[in-house]
């Protein structure tokens, strides 16, 4: 596993947010996912780049309730809606690249977090997936960014 460190630009982000254990994640993304692209679109914002989730308090048990956020970056923040305009600050992470279904996610954050760890760096308590590439949740060819942000 290769391990980077890399500059995140700052971002404007249209996102929901939920408390929700890891086997309620996909049926709440598969519902919230079209929701946020459709009110992207409604409120005349420009997708500038693949889904995020971020996940706050999330330490891989199934029964535990952790905070996670679902998020598109867009162009800037127009209208009103449902969902709640954030902006990510520009910041560093830690980073690998996972290419598979999603299935196969949890074991590569099982392989990442105690590398990321051993790099002498201080992290913040969050984990992203970014999906750069998405063909399906049991495609093979489905590219995730892994990222445990620096702290300042």
Same mark, same amino acid.
């Given at each position: 596993?290769?391990?980077? +460190? ?12 939920? $408390?929700?254990?890891?086997? %309620?994640?996909?049926a ?14 409604? +409120? @005349? ?11 706050d308090?999330?330490? =891989?048990?199934?029964?535990? %309730? ?11 923040? *127009? @209208?009103?809606?449902?969902? $709640?305009?954030? %902006?990510?600050?520009?910041? #560093? ?5 996972? *290419? @598979?279904?999603?299935g =196969?996610?949890?074991?590569? !954050? $099982? ?16 984990? *992203? %997936?970014?999906?750069?590439? !998405?063909? =399906?949740?049991?495609? #093979?060819?489905?590219?995730?960014e ?5 702290q300042?």
């Amino acid at each position: 596993m290769q391990i980077k +460190r890399k500059n995140i630009p700052a971002a404007t982000v249209l996102e929901a947010a939920a $408390t929700l254990t890891i086997p %309620e994640i996909a049926a709440f993304a598969g519902k919230i996912i079209p929701m946020l692209l459709a009110e992207i679109e409604n +409120r @005349g914002m420009a997708l500038t780049g693949p889904c995020i989730f971020t996940y706050d308090g999330c330490d =891989g048990s199934p029964e535990k %309730e952790f905070s996670l956020k679902v998020s598109f970056p867009v162009d800037a923040c *127009r @209208g009103q809606g449902a969902f $709640t305009c954030a %902006e990510i600050p520009a910041h #560093e992470c830690l980073c690998t690249d996972y *290419r @598979g279904p999603i299935g =196969g996610v949890g074991l590569a !954050w $099982t392989a990442f977090t105690p590398q990321a760890l051993q790099q002498g760096v201080a992290l913040q308590p969050l984990g *992203r %997936e970014v999906y750069v590439h !998405w063909e =399906g949740m049991g495609s #093979e060819d489905n590219l995730t960014e892994l990222q445990i942000p620096l702290q300042n």
